[in-house]
C-alpha cells in the first residue's frame, strides 16, 4: 500500500514561500494498491491528482470526510471527472437533510462553479456511508461518525497486509474532562486501533487549542495521547493552521519531541510525502 499527501493545509490554502516546505493545499490523500486508487478528501491539492499512464483500471473512488469547502474545493480540478472514459465513485457522510449528490451540487454548480455534475463526462456514481463497512478492489474500508461540526466520518482503510486510519478533522478531546482515559468513550477509536499509518487533525498547540475548544480540531498534544491510546505504529500530524509558518511549524514540532517521549513515530505531514507500507 503506497500514500501519498497531497495536501495537509487546514482551513483555507496558504500559498507562499513561508508554507512551501510542509505545503499549503487543503486535505488531499491517494493511497494505492495493486492498481487501485483511493482519493481521500478532495481539498486543493486535488487538482494535482493524475492517473498513471497506462493504468488498466478505469475506477476511481473518492472518500469524503465531510463537506466543508477545504475538503471539496479541489473536486471541480479532478481531471478524471472530465475523462468519459473513467469510472469515479463518491463515497460521503449521509445527512439527515438533503443527499449527497444534492449538497455536493450546490458547490458545482452556478454561481460558485461554471460546470453542473450532471454535465461531467465520466461515469459517476455517489454512495452515502455513516457507520460503513464496504470493499473497493483489495480495499476494505470502514467509515465511522466522529465530532466535528456537520455530518463527518474517518476511515480505516485494510489493504492486503497494512492499515491507514484517515482522520482529518476530528476533537476526540471535546467534552468536561478531556481525553477520556476509557478509550471505548473515546471518539473514532474503532478507526485508530492498531494502524501501521495515522493522518490525523493536529491543527493547534496545546495553548491556542484552550482558545478553540468546540470547534472541531485537535492540540497536538491530544492527537499524540490518542494515538499512544490507540496503539498506533506511525502518526502523521495534519490539518495545519493556515496561520502557522513552516518556520513556527517546526518549532513547534521540536518542543513536542522535548516533551512527549512516546514510542511510536510520530512527525509532522507534509505535502508531497510518499509513504509505502508493508
Not at 108 to 123: A, E, Q, T
Not at 213 to 224: A, C, F, L, Q, V
Amino acid at each position: 500500500m503506497k500514500v501519498t499527501l497531497r495536501g495537509v493545509r487546514g482551513s483555507i490554502p496558504t500559498s507562499g514561500p513561508d508554507t512551501a516546505y510542509y505545503g499549503g493545499n487543503t486535505s488531499c490523500a491517494v493511497v494505492q494498491e495493486d492498481n487501485w486508487t483511493l482519493v481521500l478528501d478532495g481539498g486543493s491539492g486535488m487538482q494535482k491528482f493524475r492517473l498513471e499512464n497506462g493504468s488498466a483500471n478505469k475506477r476511481i473512488d473518492i472518500l469524503l470526510t465531510h463537506l466543508h469547502l477545504d475538503h471539496i474545493q479541489g473536486l471541480g480540478f479532478f481531471a478524471p471527472f472530465f475523462d468519459p472514459s473513467l469510472e469515479v465513485h463518491i463515497w460521503g457522510p449521509t445527512s439527515a437533510t438533503h443527499s449527497l449528490h444534492s449538497r455536493l451540487s450546490r458547490y458545482l454548480s452556478p454561481p460558485l462553479f461554471p460546470v453542473l455534475i450532471r454535465d461531467l463526462p465520466c461515469k459517476l456514481v455517489m454512495h452515502e456511508i455513516d457507520y460503513s463497512s464496504f470493499e473497493i478492489g483489495p480495499f476494505s474500508v470502514h467509515s465511522r461518525n466522529i465530532i466535528h461540526p456537520g455530518p463527518t466520518v474517518g476511515f480505516r482503510i485494510k489493504g492486503k497486509n497494512s492499515v491507514f486510519t484517515y482522520i482529518p478533522d476530528h476533537e476526540p478531546a471535546l467534552g468536561l474532562t478531556g481525553l477520556a482515559e476509557d478509550r471505548k468513550w473515546i471518539s473514532g477509536i474503532d478507526l485508530a486501533m492498531d494502524a501501521d499509518l495515522m493522518l490525523h487533525d493536529a491543527q493547534y498547540t496545546d495553548a491556542e487549542y484552550k482558545a478553540h475548544i468546540g470547534w472541531g480540531h485537535s492540540s497536538m498534544e491530544d492527537t499524540t495521547k490518542f494515538a499512544s491510546i490507540a496503539g498506533v505504529k506511525h502518526l502523521l500530524l495534519a490539518h495545519h493552521d493556515p496561520a502557522h509558518t513552516d518556520a513556527q511549524l517546526s518549532k513547534i514540532y521540536a518542543g513536542l519531541r522535548k516533551k512527549l517521549d512516546y514510542p511510536f513515530k510520530y512527525e509532522m505531514a507534509a505535502e508531497g510525502m510518499e509513504i509505502e507500507l508493508p
